[in-house]
Nanobody
Framework: QVQLSESGPGLVKPSQTLSLTCSVSGDSITLNYYYWSWLRQPPGKEVEWMGAITYSGVTYYNPSLKSRSSISRDTSKNQFTLQLSSVTPEDTAVYYC??????????????????WGQGTQVTVSS
């Protein structure tokens, strides 16, 4: 049974870079053709897909966040990381990592099944 766990600072100051890590157990981020995603849910809003890194290390991003986002991975630790630069209070949200099945990116991101981490609250405030 795969388990995903997000970690990182709960409070980030405006203009700084947010960095979150997703630790994966019970599966390998380099196998099985899965995509590994970052998502977020601001208060009172819908869940937003931010981007993903594939089993082979290819990255895809939500166009609205692409200029500020970077997803990378450490295969030795079975972890993948999100960096979001120049944050503002509008980036305050619960951030999730997830494993996506049957995923691909064409004109937009598609997937057929998702296993979520528990989420972590990030607040952007001075």
């Amino acid at each position: 049974q795969v388990q995903l766990s997000e970690s990182g600072p709960g409070l980030v100051k405006p203009s700084q870079t947010l960095s979150l890590t997703c630790s994966v157990s019970g599966d390998s981020i380099t196998l099985n053709y899965y995509y590994w995603s970052w998502l977020r849910q601001p208060p009172g809003k819908e869940v937003e897909w931010m981007g993903a890194i594939t089993y082979s290390g290819v990255t895809y991003y939500n166009p609205s966040l692409k200029s500020r986002s970077s997803i990378s991975r450490d295969t030795s630790k079975n972890q993948f990381t999100l960096q979001l630069s120049s944050v503002t209070p509008e980036d305050t949200a619960v951030y999730y990592c997830a494993r996506d099945e049957d995923a691909y990116y064409s004109d937009k991101y598609y997937y057929n099944g998702r296993h979520w981490g528990q989420g972590t609250q990030v607040t952007v405030s001075s």
